[in-house]
C-alpha cells in the first residue's frame, strides 16, 4: 500500500457501534433469504427509511465464487406501501447503476419480494470520512494522505458531472475510506428525493448536529444556493468538497457548522490550515465564502495534483559544472513562479513545489543553489522539518556503510554532511548524527594509516603482495578524504637502500615493482626524483611511466575506451556501468589528466539524461542524474 494514503480502521459498510440496534431475536430479517438468493447474516446498520445487512449471494456461493457477500439496503417495512419512499430507492438505485465508476460504491440491482424492496450493492470494508475526521483529532490529518482521498473523490464527482447527475448531499459521513485505502462515494443522487417530513437517516455514522437535513441537504454542507432552494448544480458539490477538504486536514468544520448570511460569509475569519499548501487555499477559499463561485473541477485539480515542477538546465561557464537555474531569479523576484504580483513571497516559492509536501528532500537540494539567498533561506526555514530527517538519515546510512564496510558510498556522506552543515549549523539532532559519522571515520582513519606504516616499515619493497596491499589502502583513505601518511627518514633510507641493491644487480623485475611503489609511495621525495629515474631506465621503462601489472594504473587504452563507451552509451543503465569502472581507477595517480576528462564526459552525459527527463517532467528520475553530475563535475575540478 502506498506510504502516502491513510490507513483506515476495517468495519463493513456502515459497521457503528452507534447504529447496531440489536440482536438476531430483534431483527427477525436475520437469516431470511431474500428472492431465494440473498441470505442475511448480520445487520450493518439501521436507519429512519432504511436498514443496511451483510448478507450472502447463494448463486455465488454455489459457483464457489470467495466473493460472495453483499450489502442489502432494505426499505423498512411501514414505508413499502408508500409510492414516495419506494420512488426514491428506485430513483437512488436507477442513478447509483448509471455511474460505473472506482470511486462510486457499486449498486448491482433494485430487487422486490413481495412486499420488500431492496437494494443490493458491494459490500465494502473500512469506514467513512466522518470517523476518520474524529480520529485525528485535534492535529487534523498530513496533507498527503488528504491529497490521495480529495483526488479520488474529485475523479467520482468528474465523472457523475459528465454523466449529467449532481450527488447534492456530499458530506464525510458519504465518503467512504475502503481499507486499501481506495475512496468511495455513496447516497448518489438520494437528497434530490427526499422529503423534510421523512428524510432518510445516514446509516455510515451516528446522527450528529450536523447531520439534521433540511429540504433534503445536509445544512453543514450545502451552498448557499442549495439552502435558497435552487436546483442543485455541479458548483454546489465542489462548495461541499471544499468544506470537507478544510475539515480533513483541521478536524474542523469551516465556519463551525454555523448557517451564515451572505455578509457574515463574506466577514467571517477563516485560516488556512497549517496541513493545506497555499496553491489548494486559494483555490477553496473563495468556493467557501463564495466569492467565486464559479471555480472549476479543473482548477481544483490543478491546484490538488500541480504539474511537476521543472527547471532549465544550463552549463556553467567553462562546461566544468552544469547546474540547475531559475529563470528571474534576481532577487527572489518573479523566479520562473508566475507573473501575480498579488502573490507573496513564499506562495511563489509554494508554486515551484519547492514548499510543497509533495517535492522531495532531494529535488529541493537540487535546486537550492540556483535560488537567491532569500528564497534559499526560506525554503531551508520552511522544509527543516524534512530535509533535517533526509540529512540525518543519510548520515546515519553513510555510519552503517563505514561499519559495514561500504567505503564506496563515503564520498557522497561526506558531501552529506558538509552540506548539512552549511545549511542547518546548529541543528542538535543533525550535530549529534555528524559527529557519530566523524568519529567513526576518524576511527577508521588511524586504523587504515597505522596499516599504512605497517606494511611500509616491514621493508618487503619488491614483493607484488606489499605493493598490492598499499594500494588498497591507499584507494581506501582516498574514499575517505585521508591524508596519505608520508615515509618516515628509516623508510626512506630502506627504500633507496633496495632501489640501489636492485640496480647494481640489474634485477630488471625486481626494478619494476620497486619503481612501482616508488611511484605510489614515494612520488613527492625529490631526493629520489632521479635515482627513480634512472631506475626506470634500467627496467626497460619509458620515461614517466612504469609496468602496467606493477603499477596497477589505467593505461591509456583503457582511458580510451572509457571515454568511448560515455560516447555511445545510449541509456544511464550504460553510463552507469561506466561510472563504476571509472570509480574503480580513483587511486590512479599516474593518469589524473585522463580521469579527469573521464569524469566531466560523465558529468555531461548525466546532465544530457538529467536535461531529457526534466523536459518529460520527470524530475523524480532527473533528481538523482542531477546529483551525480554535480558529483563527477567536483570531483573534475578538484583534480590536480
Known amino acids: 500500500m502506498d506510504a502516502t494514503r491513510i490507513q483506515p480502521h476495517t468495519d463493513k459498510i456502515g ?35 432504511s436498514d443496511v445487512y451483510r448478507a450472502v449471494d447463494e448463486n455465488l456461493e454455489r459457483a464457489g465464487s470467495n466473493d ?15 409510492p414516495d419512499a419506494v420512488s426514491m430507492l428506485a430513483r437512488e438505485a436507477a442513478r447509483s447503476m448509471r455511474l460505473a465508476h472506482p470511486n462510486i460504491i457499486r449498486v448491482k440491482d433494485l430487487e422486490q419480494d413481495g412486499e420488500t424492496w431492496f437494494i443490493v450493492m458491494e459490500l465494502l470494508e473500512g ?53 486499501d485505502g481506495q475512496v468511495k462515494l455513496l447516497d448518489f443522487g438520494v437528497a434530490r428525493a427526499l422529503k ?31 439552502m435558497a432552494g435552487n436546483e442543485p448544480t455541479a458548483r454546489d458539490d465542489l462548495y461541499a468538497l471544499a468544506c470537507i477538504t478544510y475539515e480533513l486536514v483541521s478536524t474542523r468544520h469551516p465556519f463551525d457548522r454555523r448557517e451564515l448570511t451572505d455578509a457574515e460569509r463574506a466577514d467571517y475569519p477563516l485560516k488556512r490550515p497549517r496541513h493545506l499548501p497555499r496553491r489548494v487555499w486559494r483555490v477553496i477559499r473563495p468556493l467557501l465564502r463564495q466569492s467565486n463561485p464559479d471555480s472549476s473541477m479543473a482548477t481544483w485539480a490543478r491546484a490538488v495534483s500541480p504539474p511537476r515542477w521543472r527547471v532549465p538546465v544550463a552549463a556553467a561557464t567553462g562546461g566544468l559544472l552544469a547546474s540547475l537555474t531559475l529563470a ?33 528532500a532531494r529535488q529541493v537540494l537540487t535546486t537550492l543553489p540556483a535560488l537567491p539567498e532569500l528564497a534559499r533561506h526560506a525554503v531551508l526555514r520552511q522544509r527543516e522539518p524534512m530535509l533535517s530527517n533526509y540529512y540525518t538519515r543519510a548520515i546515519e546510512q553513510g555510519t552503517q556503510a563505514l561499519q559495514e564496510g561500504e567505503l564506496e558510498r563515503i564520498p557522497e556522506t561526506l558531501d552529506t554532511v558538509a552540506k548539512a552543515e552549511q545549511h542547518y549549523p546548529n541543528h542538535a539532532t543533525i550535530t549529534e548524527y555528524r559527529e557519530q559519522f566523524l568519529q567513526r571515520r576518524a576511527s577508521l582513519v588511524n586504523a587504515l594509516q597505522d596499516q599504512w606504516r605497517q606494511q611500509l616499515a616491514r621493508g618487503d619493497f619488491m614483493a607484488g603482495d606489499t605493493l598490492q596491499s598499499l594500494t588498497d589502502l591507499h584507494d581506501r583513505l582516498a574514499l575517505l578524504a585521508a591524508e596519505i601518511p608520508e615515509p618516515g627518514p628509516d623508510i626512506r633510507g630502506n627504500y633507496r637502500a633496495a632501489l640501489e641493491r636492485a640496480m647494481a644487480q640489474h634485477d630488471t623485475s625486481g626494478l619494476a615493482n620497486l619503481v612501482a ?122 583534480s590536480p
Open 15 to 49: 459497521a457503528n457501534n452507534h447504529t447496531l440496534t440489536g440482536t438476531p431475536e430483534r431483527h427477525p430479517r436475520l437469516n431470511q433469504r431474500l428472492k431465494d438468493r440473498y441470505r442475511i447474516e448480520a445487520l450493518i446498520a439501521s436507519g429512519g427509511m
Open 127 to 179: 469506514e467513512p470520512l466522518s470517523r476518520l475526521i474524529q480520529r485525528h483529532r485535534p492535529r487534523g490529518l498530513p496533507w498527503k494522505g488528504c491529497r490521495w482521498i480529495i483526488r479520488q473523490v474529485q475523479d467520482a464527482l468528474r465523472y457523475s458531472h459528465d454523466q449529467g447527475i449532481v450527488h447534492a448531499d456530499l458530506k464525510p459521513s458519504n465518503v467512504f475510506l475502503t481499507r
Open 196 to 226: 423534510p417530513q421523512r428524510q432518510m437517516e445516514d446509516y455510515l455514522a451516528p446522527r450528529q448536529q450536523d447531520e439534521t437535513r433540511m429540504f433534503g441537504y445536509t445544512p453543514a454542507y450545502a451552498s448557499p444556493s442549495l
Open 517 to 638: 611503489m616508488g611511484d605510489r609511495v614515494f612520488r613527492k621525495d625529490q631526493n629520489l626524483a632521479a635515482l627513480l629515474a634512472w631506475a626506470r631506465v634500467q627496467a626497460g621503462l619509458s620515461p614517466g611511466k612504469t609496468a602496467p601489472e606493477a603499477a596497477t594504473r589505467a593505461p591509456e587504452q583503457q582511458l580510451k575506451r572509457l571515454e568511448e563507451a560515455i560516447a555511445e552509451a545510449g541509456s544511464v543503465a550504460e553510463l552507469d556501468a561506466v561510472f563504476k569502472q571509472v570509480q574503480a581507477l580513483t587511486g590512479d595517480t599516474e593518469n589524473t589528466a585522463g580521469l579527469r576528462e573521464l569524469r566531466q564526459s560523465l558529468a555531461n552525459r548525466y546532465m544530457q539524461q538529467a536535461g531529457e527527463r526534466l523536459d518529460e517532467r520527470r524530475l523524480e528520475s532527473a533528481g538523482p542524474l542531477l546529483e551525480r553530475a554535480t558529483n563527477l563535475a567536483r570531483q573534475a575540478q578538484a
Open 328 to 360: 528571474g531569479a534576481q532577487a527572489g523576484l518573479g523566479m520562473g513562479m508566475g507573473t501575480d504580483k498579488n502573490l507573496s513571497f513564499e506562495d511563489r516559492l509554494e508554486d515551484l513545489g519547492l514548499l510543497s509536501d509533495e517535492t522531495g
Open 68 to 82: 460472495c457477500q453483499v450489502a442489502v439496503k432494505i426499505l423498512r417495512q411501514a414505508l413499502t406501501h408508500d
